[in-house]
């Protein structure tokens, strides 16, 4: 029900942006986030941010990620800026998604997509 897309392979200092639509039945959607993850490491947190468009993000990304979405599309953005060779991982999407007006939330994730870093 998601799927992410903008990954790839860019120089230190460049830019790139992650895309994640949710799909299929959709009642509503709350927060939405992007998280990542390296060989041997568990998943961290990048950035959320709720219905009502408030964000957090993971200290070593504020300044120069960006986390948007847009709610009549649902879909959220990441855009990353004045990348580094550590911010090389695979980015997955998340979000909390009722599909039924009687149904809870439940926790949905994204394919992941491949930044890499690298000169």
């Known amino acids: 029900q998601l799927q992410a897309s903008g990954g790839g392979l860019v120089q230190p200092g460049g830019s790139l942006r992650l895309s994640c639509a949710a799909s299929g039945t959709i009642f509503s959607i709350n927060d939405m986030g992007w998280y990542r993850q390296t060989p041997g490491k568990s998943r961290e947190l990048v950035a959320t941010i709720t219905r009502g468009g408030s964000t957090n993000y993971v200290d070593s990304v504020k300044g120069r990620f960006t986390i948007a979405r847009e709610n009549a599309k649902n879909t959220v953005y990441l855009q990353m800026n004045s990348l580094k060779p550590e911010d090389t991982a695979v980015y997955y999407c998340?979000?909390?998604?009722?599909?039924?007006?009687?149904?809870?939330?439940?926790?949905?994730w994204g394919q992941g997509t491949q930044v890499t870093v690298s000169s």
């Open positions: 998340n979000a909390a998604i009722a599909i039924k007006s009687w149904t809870p939330m439940r926790s949905y």
